[in-house]
């Protein structure tokens, strides 16, 4: 036998188990959009190299070391999008949706980062990202937070807590960078490999460190929130205020910095403390800069992205996700002429009850081995259909789950309304 091919380091089948798990999830999410009135956005997953170069930022961990980049037959350098934010700005420039117009927009679906695979940490993973064009806020800022509050709601989350900071004007952050990478310098000998490198590429990022030896240089260090342009204070108190309406809790995270380059004054994350060092369920912050950078007419922007896998796993942890989908017949078939006869029931059964799921044995084999297959099934009932039941026209019908239901043989309009009651959790 040759050898078999394995998935990607880092990239997972999500198996038929899990696939309910995700169906839950996303469902309630496009629902949940769809209450603040988001509509979806659908973009490629490959884009031009150059996209996310100019958005996200040259020295940034993303750009420098985790996108997928290859050349395709023209020589054209393409990339696997590692984050959704900078596709849905340049479909929306493409496509004029931005022109003199505010956007609340959304889209899910797999994101590609080549980082070191661990628990919450893979090289396809999968986000929800939501964004809003138009709005200079605060009230969108507040908003959007809102919004994801209530996901954590609507879930039965509890180990959430969430944390925010500005990270003002560009022309602030300009100053602050000075005035940091001056503190650092002081520090230098202190300083780890990474965070040298970062001083002289994105110093913010330092703050961002989680090198417990840097602890508390990072401590001692100038704070941003002392250094914000006014109406970026102005901004932050006003969201603060609006939170405050909400009755939202937050902690005010100086050291709050983001990954990304794109990012101007509202950032905020959300963060449990039941995954481990990968703890950032949901990410974002504003963005005003970027639509011009993108090439578009100056606008205001503001996004959030949802770690997928990782408000799976905290799903899992705070035991919250849905039981398994439940199959609520399998029809069992023995003797002449009852397969054929079978096969048409099942068909009037999905035809006249809405939701049920019945499984028809297929293969052949005797009765007991198909019941046997009628318990692996997961199945709440097993209909019977033998000779005698054919010639009669009913059903024999045998609870699998311990129903208080005696074994019962049924004409069909019986059958319909027992079964019917049982999908419709009526009893
Ligand atoms: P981290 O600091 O954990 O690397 P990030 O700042 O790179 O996160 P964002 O780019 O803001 O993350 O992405 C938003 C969210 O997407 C994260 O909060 C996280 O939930 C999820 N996410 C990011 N990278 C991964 C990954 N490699 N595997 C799984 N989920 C991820
Ligand atoms: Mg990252």
Request: aromatic share 8%; with cysteine; proline share 4%.
């Amino acid at each position: 036998m040759s050898k078999r091919i394995q998935s990607i380091r880092g990239m997972h089948d999500i198996l038929p188990e899990q696939t309910p798990h995700w169906q839950f999830l996303e469902g309630l999410l496009r629902d949940l959009v769809a209450a603040y009135g988001y509509r979806e956005i659908r973009m490629p997953i490959v884009e031009k190299t150059e996209l996310f170069k100019r958005s996200i930022g040259e020295v940034t961990d993303i750009v420098e070391k985790e996108m997928y980049t290859f050349e395709d037959r023209n020589g054209d350098s393409l990339t696997l999008r590692p984050e959704g934010t900078a596709g849905c700005v340049r479909a929306c420039l493409e496509h004029g949706l931005l022109h003199n117009q505010q956007q609340r927009l959304w889209y899910m679906g797999p994101m590609f980062r080549h980082e070191r695979p661990q628990k919450g940490r893979y090289r396809q993973f999968h986000q929800l990202g939501i964004e809003a064009f138009g709005f200079p806020g605060p009230d969108i800022d507040a908003e959007m937070i809102a919004l994801s509050a209530r996901l954590w709601r609507l879930l039965g989350l509890k180990d959430v807590r969430l944390e925010i900071n500005s990270l003002g004007s560009s022309e602030a952050r300009a100053a602050y960078r000075a005035v940091l990478v001056a503190y650092f310098r002081d520090h230098f000998d202190a300083l780890d490999e990474e965070s040298k490198r970062r001083l002289e590429t994105n110093p913010l990022r330092i703050l961002d460190s989680k090198n417990p030896e840097l602890e508390e240089i990072i401590a001692g260090a100038p704070s941003l929130l002392d250094h914000l342009d006014e109406e970026s204070v102005e901004h932050f108190a006003r969201l603060r205020e609006r939170l405050d309406d909400l009755g939202i809790e937050y902690r005010v995270n100086p050291r709050l910095v983001r990954g990304l380059d794109y990012y101007s004054r509202t950032v905020f994350e959300w963060i449990t403390g039941s995954l481990g060092a990968q703890g950032t369920i949901c990410a974002g912050g504003r963005y005003d800069g970027l639509i011009e950078q993108l090439g578009g007419k100056p606008g205001t922007a503001i996004g959030l992205a949802i770690g997928i896998e990782r408000l799976l796993a905290l799903l899992e942890e705070e035991g919250r996700l849905p039981p398994p989908v439940e199959c609520h017949a399998y029809l069992v078939t023995v003797g002449e002429g009852s397969e054929r006869a079978g096969a048409l029931l099942a068909e009037r059964l999905r035809d006249r009850i809405a939701g049920l799921r019945v499984v028809c044995h297929a293969g052949g084999g005797g009765f007991k081995a198909q019941m046997k297959r009628a318990d692996r099934s997961g199945a709440d009932w097993a209909l019977i259909l033998g000779e005698d039941e054919v010639t009669a026209g009913t059903v024999t019908l045998k609870p699998l789950r311990g129903q208080a239901d005696e074994q019962q043989t049924l004409d069909e309009a019986s059958l319909i309304e027992r079964l019917a009651r049982w999908v419709n959790k009526e009893d």
